[in-house]
């Protein structure tokens, strides 16, 4: 728990930054962040990311049977 808000200051800090200097610009990495997130959120939130999963799985089978 301690980790996570050590993250969340961090980034605070990052994000505080001048985007305008060259020296302290963060670049950007939307799937890095994307995937950062989503293994965030289903390590709170597992019950609600299996759901999702089969809800998912249910959908693609159902759509693409083969007969």
Not at 2 to 10: D, F, L, P, Y
Request: hydrophobic residues 40%.
């Amino acid at each position: 728990m301690n980790r996570v808000k050590e993250q969340k200051s961090e980034s605070k800090a990052q994000t505080a930054a001048p985007r305008s200097s060259r020296g302290a610009a963060r670049e950007l990495h939307p799937l890095e962040d994307f995937t950062a997130y989503v293994q965030e959120y289903a390590r709170q939130r597992p019950e609600t990311v299996a759901l999702a999963c089969i809800g998912v799985g249910f959908v693609l089978g159902w759509k693409l049977k083969l007969w």
